[in-house]
């Protein structure tokens, strides 16, 4: 009598393949919870800019502590400029 066993079918490489499994959802969830958490900074910077800006603080000054470049605050102002125009 001659045993035949395929490597699938040994209980080793059915376990290794659901920890592979297990590890690659595990690295896609927290991909998507770090792109999550990454877009909502960029959500509340764009609400924050324009308020910023409102209350007389300089786009100087709101680049540096939103660590963004002037001319990004500036495309957040015209940008929150043309929505409120537009909604108006």
């Known amino acids: 009598m001659v045993f035949e066993i395929t ?3 040994t209980r080793v490489y059915r376990e290794a393949k659901e920890e592979g ?8 969830l ?3 919870r770090e792109q999550g958490l990454q877009q909502g900074r960029e959500e509340v910077k764009r609400e924050l800019i324009p308020r910023c800006l409102a209350y ?3 786009i100087e000054e ?3 502590l939103f ?3 002037i001319e990004q605050v500036e495309q957040v102002k015209v ?10």
């Open 7 to 9: 490597l699938q079918k």
């Open 30 to 32: 927290e991909e998507i």
């Open 21 to 28: 499994r297990q590890e690659g959802l595990k690295q896609a």
């Open 56 to 58: 007389g603080i300089s």
């Open 67 to 69: 660590n963004l470049t």
């Open 62 to 64: 709101v680049a540096q």
């Open 79 to 88: 940008t929150d400029e043309q929505e409120s125009s537009t909604s108006t």
